[in-house]
């Protein structure tokens, strides 16, 4: 299916459940608003008490602080989250009958299992971008002081590998986009399982999320393109699965027609 097509059908699936899936989208939404100000005060009131700027990135106190928030969000939003994609998901297969999101935000093991996937996808992402880190700052540092000659062509050749990095880092990226939707397709796979199977499904089809996200990036700022964003998100992990199905299945019956033949 085109994307073109994939979004018009999505448009289709939402007809009339636009209000009731917008709600539902913007639960993860309010709920990172309202701990990223919480975190904001935070800050605000250690520079109000006397704290210097400098020390917002540096003292213990604020980064215990971040680390605290980094917790809160990963137990708080992350269920949301993946609540509102069981949801985009069970709409994008059609289903009648709905699973009310209360009933995933009060099971102990959906709870788990979704703050341990978005903690895994945040790490995996940090230690992707590890290497353009480095290698980005190794060119600010050869050029900070003046250059010559020599610290010029490292600096330059450290510049493109850092480019060269930032977009495996947005290929690993995308690549986790799935997890999700994985995890409303197939509630029986570990977080880490989740990871992997989203690769491997994201495999040379990252271009359709990629035009999703520049599709809806500057609309969704005023959030009524959600449901139809995640809708389409969701039909096109089905479709994908769906794909990945049929030529399973083909291979195997090609295997026992080749055995039986020989």
Same mark, same amino acid.
């Given at each position: ?35 990223? /100000? ?22 213990? *106190? ?10 809160? %969000? ?6 949301? %989250?993946?609540?509102? =994609? ?19 935000? /009060? ?18 992402? =940090? ?31 450290? *510049?493109?590998? *850092? ?49 999703? =996200? ?14 139809? =964003? ?20 083909? %291979?195997?019956?090609?295997? *026992? ?6």
């Amino acid at each position: 299916m085109k994307t073109g097509e994939l979004i018009r059908y999505s448009r289709s699936l939402i007809k009339g459940k636009r209000g009731r899936l917008l709600l539902i989208c913007l639960l993860p939404v309010c709920g990172a608003v309202t701990l990223r /100000t919480a975190e904001t005060a935070v800050y605000c009131m250690m520079l109000y008490l006397g704290g210097k700027p400098a020390e917002l990135f540096s003292s213990e *106190t604020a980064m215990l602080a971040a680390a605290v928030f980094a917790a809160l %969000r990963c137990m708080v939003c992350a269920p949301l %989250r993946f609540a509102a =994609a069981q949801r985009l998901w069970e709409n994008a297969e059609g289903r009648e009958q709905l699973t009310p999101v209360t009933e995933f935000l /009060t099971r102990g093991s959906f709870l788990r299992r979704s703050a341990v996937a978005a903690f895994l996808v945040k790490l995996t992402g =940090a230690l992707a971008l590890i290497p353009a880190a480095v290698s980005g700052s190794t060119a600010y540092l050869a050029l900070r002081d003046g250059a010559g000659t020599g610290e010029l062509f490292g600096a330059l050749h450290c *510049t493109v590998l *850092t480019l060269i990095l930032f977009v495996w880092w947005l290929k690993v990226k995308t690549g986790m986009a799935a997890v999700p939707f994985l995890m409303a397709a197939d509630g029986g796979l570990s977080p880490i399982k989740l990871i992997i199977r989203s690769h491997r499904l994201m495999r040379g089809r990252r271009r359709v999320f990629v035009f999703l =996200a520049f599709r809806y990036l500057l609309p969704a700022v005023f959030l009524f393109p959600l449901p139809e =964003a995640g809708t389409a998100a969701a039909l096109s992990i089905s479709i994908f699965l769906r794909e990945d199905e049929y030529r399973e299945e083909r %291979r195997a019956s090609m295997i *026992t027609g080749y055995r039986r033949t020989a």
